[in-house]
C-alpha cells in the first residue's frame, strides 16, 4: 500500500468515526480539511433508492444554487442566424451549428454545458452517443433545448447545476468551492438536497434519500444525517 502524506494522514484522522453529522458540521469539516494549494470544489453526492433502467425511476433535474458554483462555466450553443448572435451576446463561450457538431465528432469538446435551440436538435440528435454519457445532451427537460437561448446562458454562466442519476442511483455535484463561507455552502447544500428531494420519480418505492456524503476534491469524505439536511 501506497504511503499517505501528512496532509492526507491528518485529514483522514480528522474524519475518522464522524458520520451522520449535521449539514453545518460536515460543511465546517470538509472545508478545514480542504488544505490543497487549489480552490477545491465541494462535492456531495447522493445515493438514492431508485433503479435508472426504469424510465420511472429517473431521477434528474436542474437547481441555480443561492450562491453559484464558484465555477467558471463554459458554454456551447447550437443555433443560426439571430438566436446565434443572442447567445454570442449573452456570453456563450461557442456558438455554432453544423461546424460545431463536426468538431465535437473530431473529439473535441471544450464546454460544460450545451444548449441547442428547438430547430438544431436534428444536427445535435447525431451527437447521442458522445454527449449523452457526458451528461451534455441539450434536454428540454432541464431548460438547454429552448428559445430562449439568452436566459439559459446566463442561468449555465450564474450557477446553475444540472444532475441526473447514474448507474446504482448516484447523483453527485459541486456546490461551491473551499473559499465560500460556511453559510453559503450550507445554504447550497441544503439548496441541492430539496432539489434532488423534489425530483423524486413515481417509480421510486420505499427509501428514496438512502445516504448524503460530502467532500472536497482532495479530500476525505463525511457522511450527512439525511433526515436533517432533508429538514425532516
Known sequence: MAKLGKRTRAAREAVAGKENLSVEEAVALVKSNATSKFDETIEIAMNLGVDTRHADQMVRGVIGLPNGTGK????????????????????????GAEDL???????TIEFDRCIATPDMMPVVGRLGKILGPRNLMPNPKVGTVTMDVKAAVEAAKGGEVQFKAEKGG??????????????????????FVSAVAKARPSGAKGTYMKKIALSSTMGPGVTIDVAQAAGE
Open 72 to 95: 467558471a462555466m463554459r458554454v456551447a450553443v447550437f443555433a443560426r442566424g439571430p438566436k446565434a448572435e443572442e447567445a454570442q451576446a449573452a456570453g456563450a463561450d461557442i456558438v
Open 101 to 107: 457538431m463536426e468538431t465535437i465528432q473530431g473529439g
Open 170 to 191: 448516484v447523483v453527485h455535484a459541486g456546490v461551491g468551492k473551499a473559499s465560500f463561507d460556511e453559510a453559503k455552502l450550507v445554504e447550497n447544500v441544503r439548496a
